[in-house]
């Protein structure tokens, strides 16, 4: 199977907790179906992204990265890339690219997915169609910063920092719900 394939089983698979996401699911997945390049960056339109909401061993912290083009707390995540085998894996690596800890255990299920306009790497107004995922630390891991990220912070989950928006009170919301 190949990454793209991966997409579309999961979102054709998943049972999207509500109308909104839902909605979503069907607008991702028909876009990944009309693109054979959905999940390649140099997709102008629009590409898959995967990222993770990082809990930590006791499911009471989640870790996140001040962004360095964003300038705000957001999960851990980014591009696939040619040797991701599907779409979980490309989320586990950047998970655990991001935050330096190896051991990561992932919930292969989507959490939730989120679509939003940025100009990234491309260096033109695109949009991230962002399949999101949980992830578990091992206990005692203690996260690394990469050079992706300007700091790398552990918030409870119930007080994510200031700014925070919507999207990922959404995405903790619903990972929090899964552990």
């Not at 699911?25 to 993770?52: K, W, Y």
């Not at 999960?75 to 800890?101: F, K, N, P």
């Not at 399949?131 to 992706?148: K, N, V």
Request: proline content about 7%; hydrophobic content about 45%; glycine content about 6%.
């Amino acid at each position: 199977m190949t990454l793209r394939e991966s997409v579309i089983a999961t979102l054709t698979d998943w049972a999207a907790p509500d109308p909104a996401q839902d909605t979503l699911r069907h607008a991702v997945l028909a876009f990944v179906l009309a693109r054979e390049d959905a999940c390649q960056r140099a997709c102008a339109p629009g590409h898959i992204t995967a990222s993770v909401a990082v809990l930590d061993h006791a499911r009471e912290h989640v870790l996140l990265t001040l962004h360095p083009r964003l300038g705000r707390w957001v999960q851990l995540g980014g591009h696939c890339e040619a040797g991701d085998a599907d779409i979980v894996a490309a989320a586990l690596r950047e998970g655990t690219e991001e935050s330096g800890m190896p051991g990561l255990h992932i919930d292969p299920n989507l959490t939730a997915l989120h679509v939003h306009p940025l100009t990234c790497s491309l260096g033109v107004p695109t949009r991230h169609l962002d399949m999101q995922f949980t992830a578990y630390a091992p206990a005692g891991a203690t996260p690394a910063i990469s050079d992706e990220s300007l700091d790398l912070q552990w918030w409870p989950v119930d007080a994510l920092p200031p700014g925070t928006d919507d999207a990922l009170t959404h995405l903790v919301s619903r990972a929090r719900a899964l552990g």
